[in-house]
């Protein structure tokens, strides 16, 4: 069976700081890969999306970068965080555009 | 205005009680989905649905396409059934999910 596996939990970090959350996806290859952010009282909103290896695409302009160095790795980056980067970070996968996605436990990041 | 809005923002009910959950949205779609996140975050799928109805142990959700609305009942409700419940729909043009805020459910003992 398929299962995503979505690290650290719970993240503090100092504002200038570098980040790297990291994400995997066993059981399935060539997903489609999303890194989606949540900020407090908001919906969910969608960073990036991979539909295949060194392929990322950007919906929102900002502090963030993403790449996908193996199929089934999907890595969500930042050279210095700024506070309003603070938010629960979700990773998801899905079979292709058209089908259910399938969440991570996501990441709860505080940048102080 | 959003293109997917969920009725109520929050709902606290008694155990027992019959749940309705709203979303409404005014885009094309593929798909609809509802998740539900737990309190520590994690986001579990509940249902996809394209047309009419599916039930799945005391939760059915429901789609009514020509009025782009969908409604997700709890039958007897319980405690544990509190979570943050999303409504998420698959744009037809470039299958995006676009979000709803969420609806907050306290279901009190």
């Known amino acids: 069976s398929q299962t995503i596996h979505q690290w650290p939990a719970t993240l503090v970090q100092p504002v200038g700081s570098p980040l790297s959350l990291e994400c995997t996806v066993e059981?399935?290859?060539?997903?489609?890969l999303y890194w989606y952010r949540q900020a407090a009282g908001r919906g969910l909103q969608l960073l990036f999306y991979s539909v295949g290896i060194g392929q990322i695409s950007s919906e929102v302009p900002q502090n963030l970068s993403a790449s996908r160095p193996q199929d089934r790795q999907f890595i969500l980056s930042s050279k210095k965080l700024l506070l309003s980067d603070s938010g629960f970070y979700l990773c998801?996968?899905?079979?292709?555009?058209?089908?259910?996605?399938?969440f991570g436990q996501g990441t709860r990041l505080t940048v102080v | 205005k959003n293109e997917v809005e969920q009725s109520p923002q929050n709902l606290t009910a008694q155990e027992g009680e019959f749940i309705t959950i709203n979303c409404s949205y005014s885009v094309g779609i593929s798909a609809l989905h509802w998740l539900q996140q737990h309190p520590g975050g994690g986001i579990v799928s509940l249902f996809m649905?394209?047309?009419?109805?599916k039930k799945h142990g005391r939760l059915i959700a429901t789609i009514n396409i020509q009025e782009k609305h969908s409604s997700l009942h709890i039958t007897a409700s319980h405690p544990r059934d509190s979570a943050v419940y999303i409504c998420a729909v698959r744009s037809n043009s470039n299958y995006q999910l676009i979000w709803g805020a969420g609806t907050k459910l306290i279901i009190k003992p």
């Open positions: 059981g399935t290859s060539n997903p489609n």
């Open positions: 649905l394209s047309s009419g109805k």
């Open positions: 998801a996968w899905s079979v292709n555009a058209l089908t259910e996605a399938f």
